[in-house]
């Protein structure tokens, strides 16, 4: 009998393997689930961004009948940004599935892509992670790797400076928090300079852990926590992940496990968490085109030039046939075409 490669198979193809990954249950974190950036493919390896600034005057009288007061055009900038490349290298060894088939049949094919779904789902729950610290930095003006390079700075890039950081001081208990809010959502109407009213636009705010507990305990403002529709939860602590709003400001916490919090890079310096404990970011909801994923294409041959997808997932045989490497990718690039919009918030 004839040794049967069940990886041979069309289970196993590199679209097949890519849509299965595709289909699963993507699990991102806060910024993600938020679904504050548009999502597009694109079919080259880098995006182009177009800045027409646009200014507002008032026009002087002039006589009827003649010429009207004459402008000039907005200013037009075109910039060009490469996407970067995440690929993640592993291995299915053929000892690892020796016993989930039997000897030269063909239908235990599921049991072999369940083991191989067990090695890969671990494997995307890193490109999960880059991916949500890849928007986070968006939110924040500043994209950089795990090891604290610069990928883009978007203030820098579109010749922003950025706002101001602002102090809640949530550890004095005479602090007018709603005028706190009303200070965040003053600077983003006048960020946007006239492109979004304060009626199409929500003001979010992504919180670390100490910030919100300093905000829902504060004298001024646990009152109208303790009334909030989630308060029935709270007597059970299960409303610690319930957006809570004030002030014109919806906050979330942003949760992270101690693993997140103590990791460290290659160089062992602490990489901390995605959101600080102290720290807060705003961000602006309902402004067209404002925060975009784009997604390229992979570098393989059959993927030149076609829409990018979210990942790719490949099996290369290893030599000898004991097995298998695989590897993953995805080519996104998180933009804020606004950073001006983008306000910060610190504790005390």
Request: hydrophobic letters at 40%; glycine letters at 10%; one cysteine or more.
């Amino acid at each position: 009998m004839v040794m049967l490669d069940v990886f041979k198979q069309d289970a196993f193809s590199f679209t097949s393997l890519t849509h299965r990954i595709l289909e699963r249950p993507y699990i991102p974190g806060l910024i993600g689930k938020m679904g504050l950036f548009d999502e597009d493919p694109i079919s080259t390896t880098s995006v182009a961004i177009e800045k027409m600034g646009q200014s507002i005057r008032l026009i002087e009288p002039t006589p009827r009948g003649g010429p009207g007061e004459t402008g000039s055009n907005d200013k037009r900038n075109v910039r060009q940004f490469i996407v970067p490349h995440y690929q993640w290298d592993g291995s299915v060894i053929a000892d690892e599935v020796q016993n989930l088939r039997a000897f030269g049949e063909e239908n235990e094919v599921e049991t072999v892509l369940g083991h191989l779904d067990k090695i890969t789902n671990r494997d995307l729950l890193r490109m999960d992670a880059t991916l949500e610290h890849q928007r986070i930095g968006a939110i924040k003006g500043i994209v950089i790797t795990r090891d604290g390079a610069t990928l883009y700075n978007w203030f820098t890039e579109f010749g922003v400076t950025p706002p101001a950081a602002v102090n809640f001081a949530l550890g004095t208990a005479a602090t007018d928090v709603r005028l706190k809010c009303e200070e965040v959502i003053y600077g983003i109407e006048d960020a946007l300079d006239g492109d979004a009213g304060l009626g199409d636009v929500q003001v979010d705010g992504v919180v670390g852990r100490d910030f919100w507990n300093f905000l829902i305990t504060h004298p001024k403002v646990e009152a109208t926590y303790q009334n909030w529709e989630a308060a029935a939860a709270l007597r059970t602590g299960l409303v610690r992940s319930t957006p809570f709003e004030f002030g014109g400001i919806r906050f979330h916490r942003y949760k992270t496990g101690k693993k997140v919090r103590e990791s460290k890079n290659k160089a062992g310096a602490a990489i901390g968490a995605f959101i600080g404990t102290d720290e807060a970011r705003f961000v602006a909801r309902g402004v067209p085109e404002l925060f975009k994923t784009v997604f390229a294409p992979a570098d393989y041959n059959e993927t030149v030039n076609t829409p990018g997808q979210a990942r790719y997932l490949r099996l290369r045989e290893k030599d000898n046939n004991k097995g298998y490497n695989f590897e993953m990718q995805s080519n996104p690039l998180s933009i804020c075409a606004r950073p001006e919009t983008l306000f910060s918030g610190t504790r005390v």
